[in-house]
């Protein structure tokens, strides 16, 4: 069982369209990251949200930490092709004594033009 | 200098060669890190060093050698792997006690094991 879920684990949108993608946890994390993989590259980080409740914009992209700090969305709005990539959400292990950061699975969004 | 370098970007290697992978940052962060990706799955973690010493090993195996030569440089050291070794090695850096707000990665290296 993975710590971190994602969800979905694969979209296909139209340019223009907008679209959320989740990622939760039953358990509390101190903050979530949020990073975009293109292929045969490393991640980038977008965001991290650290404060339950917390949103954050990031041009078109929106970020939202839950209140219990289990769960966050990404919100995009009008989606473009350069937004194509995976999605990956990450956050330190609740119960490692060290900054070890565990990544959840993924949404590859592919946005066609 | 915002960036986190890996060399090289693509490797092929034979089960019984010795080869090295390459991490530079100038970042002035002091947490380094190894991770290993497999296509389509998320980065798993494999060795972790602050302040130059090695403080997390994730069970890898031995074939695997991290070195941290300085507060610049992460090493990986290879050798004698196996064909399901194959995958993207990724380093990245961090302030110590601060992964929480993130990781700058670098572009990776792809290993091929053949």
């Known amino acids: 069982t993975q710590l971190l879920e994602q969800s979905p684990q694969f979209l296909s949108i139209q340019e223009g369209e907008n679209l959320t993608v989740y990622c939760n946890s039953s358990?509390?994390?101190?903050?979530l990251q949020w990073y975009r993989q293109e292929p045969g590259e490393g991640p980038v980080l977008l965001v991290t949200?650290?404060?339950?409740?917390e949103v954050k914009k990031l041009k078109r992209l929106t970020f939202q930490f839950g209140d219990a700090r289990k769960d966050s969305s990404l919100h995009i709005t009008a989606a473009q092709p350069g937004d194509t990539g995976l999605y990956l959400c990450?956050?330190?292990?609740?119960?490692?004594?060290?900054?070890?950061?565990?990544f959840g699975p993924g949404t590859s969004l592919s946005v066609i033009p | 200098d915002t960036e986190v370098t890996q060399t090289p970007k693509h490797l092929v290697m034979g089960m019984t060669n010795k080869k090295s992978l390459k991490c530079e940052q100038h970042m002035g962060h002091r947490a380094m890190y190894w991770y290993k990706q497999k296509a389509k799955k998320p980065p798993e973690l494999m060795f972790v060093?602050?302040?130059?010493?090695?403080?997390i090993n994730e069970s890898v195996p031995s074939r695997f050698s991290p070195e941290c030569p300085n507060s610049s440089l992460l090493n990986l050291h290879l050798h004698a792997l196996q064909p399901e070794d194959s995958a993207l090695y990724l380093c990245?850096?961090?302030?110590?006690?601060?992964?929480?707000?993130?990781?700058?990665f670098g572009s990776g290296t792809r290993l091929t094991v053949v």
């Open positions: 990245a850096s961090s302030h110590p006690g601060q992964a929480r707000y993130g990781y700058t």
């Open positions: 990450a956050g330190v292990h609740p119960l490692a004594s060290y900054d070890k950061v565990i």
């Open positions: 949200v650290v404060t339950g409740g």
């Open positions: 358990s509390v994390f101190s903050s």
């Open positions: 060093y602050s302040y130059e010493k090695l403080s």
